[in-house]
């Protein structure tokens, strides 16, 4: 297992000695279900019989287990197709965290040309947002029989394939030695700049002028009006230059 990037992803030889260079992506979902850390595995309904697990010949048909992953589209990084992947295998919406790996391992195909594959998968961490696993489009049930949560401490046992193993135990790793890098990073908040005004049903009356306005925002009465109908008339005559 190596942690680097792979090569450009292609389908076709793109070396002289006719090598086909693959990348992939996918992820690790966690869910905290019942005290219990799991973790979202899939069974494919395509499997491609390498010759990197020598487990392929002594199993039956359709008992692969791995993690959700797919290859990389023109157009993606390896994240965006970590992502798309995950909902498209699983049918469950999850935030990507970090990084956990990238492993690299070569096959043959058994169809086709028999090519010889060189492929780089990058793996990252996830933590389940919403969703219920396994309901994935009509599309995608040619490729996923099924999905389903497992224990994540019993799950290395499950996979099949011992490159997704080790990334797995990664995981455990983490959850158990380092349970603050499961924290969600906080939402970005907006950059500070100038005060933007608030619209004018928000904003409160303005102190008036002595005089002018009371405390309730109605005009004054002038000279002359009652207040509460029990006042008297002012009949004080205005002083020139001076409040009335």
Known sequence: MQDADGPPATGEPNSPDG?????????????HIRGTWQVALIEPNIINADTITRRAKARPAGTVFALPKGGVDEGETPEQSAVREVNEETGV???????????????????????QVHKSVCFY?????????GQIRADMRDEVRKAFWFPLE??????????????????QKIVREHPE???PPAPPQPASGPAVARPVAQQRPLMSPVGSFPRHGTPNRGAGQR??????RDSRPNRPGGRT
């Open 19 to 31: 090598v086909v260079y693959e990348i992939s992506a996918g992820g690790v979902v966690l869910r």
């Open 93 to 115: 919406r999850a935030q990507c965290l970090f990084r956990l790996t990238t492993i690299r391992y070569a096959y043959q195909r058994s169809w086709g040309g028999r090519e």
């Open 125 to 133: 961490l996830f933590l389940y947002q919403s969703g219920r696993l």
């Open 154 to 171: 019993k799950a290395h046992h499950k996979l099949t394939y011992r490159g997704e193993r080790e990334v797995l135990k990664m995981a």
């Open 181 to 183: 890098r499961l924290t």
């Open 227 to 232: 207040r509460g109908g029990q006042g008297r």
